[in-house]
């Protein structure tokens, strides 16, 4: 079976930093692309960044660029995602995906998810 | 303000049938960039419905059908039922922004 789990999240104060893990079992993790989204309370996705199976290329949205960094290790099966500089709006459920099929980033979609992992960032 | 734009609810009565928009640009959907689709029930996870405009992943009723045209795709869900109730998402690709984009997300009520 197919699984990602997270982990690493929790309460950290703004300017702090955090870093998300996702395990993934049940397929073979460094020929596909992994992806992290977010979704704040209430609100929609939002794709924050992506990094292909050799991490030879790792996209980034606008809003986190500078401040997080995706990474992963084929050896240990894991996706990471270091956050620095945390500001309120950074306040989700951060998702693991992995794309749904072996082509890059571009047209590719999103299968599976993780069950999530809630970072929140407040004083 | 979402890059791809879906209204934010519709609703329809059991058996109904309903669909969803999305609305895109030159610089996504109008390129040609594939659309897909995900279902996100209340507390849930988000889980692929429609990938590649059309296609249903092995285990979704062929109720969910996709269609895609020029800078739109759309979402059609045939004989509605209770359990249709839920979050649905668009998502496609952004030259512009080189990056994915999401719609923000449509409401779907079941009456």
């Known amino acids: 079976e197919v699984q990602l789990v997270e982990s690493g999240g929790g309460l950290v104060k703004p300017g702090g930093s955090l870093r998300l893990s996702c395990a993934a079992s049940g397929f073979t ?55 620095n500089s945390l500001r309120a709006e950074d306040t989700a459920v951060y998702y693991c995906a992995r794309v749904g099929s072996l082509l890059g980033l571009v047209n590719n979609w999103f299968d599976p998810w993780g069950q999530g992992t809630l970072v929140t960032v407040s004083s | 303000q979402s890059v791809l734009t879906q209204p934010p609810s519709v609703s329809g009565a059991p058996g109904q049938r309903v669909t969803i928009s999305c609305t895109g640009s030159s610089s996504n959907i109008g390129t040609g960039y594939d659309v897909h689709w995900y279902q996100q029930l209340p507390g849930t996870a988000p889980k692929v419905l429609i990938y590649e405009n059309t296609n249903r992943p092995s285990g979704v009723p062929d109720r969910f059908s996709g269609s895609k045209s020029g800078t739109s795709a759309s979402l059609a869900i045939t004989g509605l039922q209770a359990e249709d109730e839920a979050d649905y998402y668009c998502q496609s690709y952004d030259s512009g922004l080189s990056g994915v984009v999401f719609g923000g997300g449509t409401k779907l009520t079941v009456l």
């Open chain 1, 29 to 83: 993790f460094r020929t596909y692309t992994m992806t992290w989204v977010r979704q704040a309370p209430g609100r929609g996705l939002e794709w924050v960044s992506s990094i292909s199976s050799s991490s030879d290329y790792i996209y980034n949205s606008d809003s986190v660029k500078g401040r997080f960094t995706i990474s992963r290790d084929n050896a240990k099966n894991s996706l990471y995602l270091q956050m």
